[in-house]
């Protein structure tokens, strides 16, 4: 299957700060990325869409002056934090369609703690 | 709106049993339901997934069946194993309409004990 990278996969930062996870699909070009967060023992909730070449799309409720999406390239995503609190603490996670096909890659996710 | 529904919340099998997780969906605008199985820290990873022209899919130990008239699908775990102790996720979506955005099942979580 296609495999999709994140980094870094833990990030600790103060209160105030910002912080940039990337998304990276390593042997597969990807017009659109989705952005999830994940808390404990709950399942995923998508907080945008990430589209190359244009602005991202987000869900609603979720704050895009805060959450920052850059499709920079067809292989690359990145999701800015910022001025991060301890309520965005979470696990953020990445993934991407493979081209034409209808499967979907997730990344291993990046565990974000705001002290 | 929760558009697919999952059931159990948990799981408890034996070793070498079967278990077995159910989800129902309400938008009929869907057209793929893939299966994520994840460990605690990681990314989910794509399990199987089916298409609504098949009523059944088997790879290895894993099976979907789906019934497209109860816009119901299952997972299936056969001979469940220690290893497969994980959380899963039914999920649906319609790339077919040019979209492919999951929706996710809230997750089961399985223990499968010796």
Known sequence: GAVVSQHPSRVICKSGTSVKIECRSLDFQATTM?????????????????????????????????????????TLSTLTVTSAHPEDSSFYICSAPAGSSYEQYFGPGTRLTVT | QQQVKQSPQSLIVQKGGISIINCAYENTAFDYFPWYQQFPGKGPALLIAIRPDVSEKKEGRFTISFNKSAKQFSLHIMDSQPGDSATYFCAASSPGAGSYQLTFGKGTKLSVIP
């Open chain 1, 34 to 74: 989705f952005w999830y967060r994940q808390f404990p023992k709950q399942s995923l909730m998508l907080m945008a869409t990430s589209n190359e070449g244009s602005k991202a799309t987000y869900e609603q409720g979720v704050e895009k002056d805060k959450f920052l999406i850059n499709h920079a390239s067809l």
